[in-house]
């Protein structure tokens, strides 16, 4: 399994969203990577 791997990369790119455009599109990215992450399961 490479899910610590994935929530580092995750969690920057959360980052970087919270930084570069506000919390709200933060929100959106995080859900819209939920659904990706349940799409691939």
Not at 11 to 22: E, I, N, Q
């Given at each position: ?18 930084v570069k455009?506000g919390p709200?599109w933060a ?15």
């Amino acid at each position: 399994m490479q899910l610590s791997g994935n929530l580092s990369i995750t969690f920057s790119r959360f980052v970087l969203s919270t930084v570069k455009s506000g919390p709200a599109w933060a929100l959106w990215s995080q859900y819209r990577m939920l659904v990706c992450d349940r799409a691939e399961e």
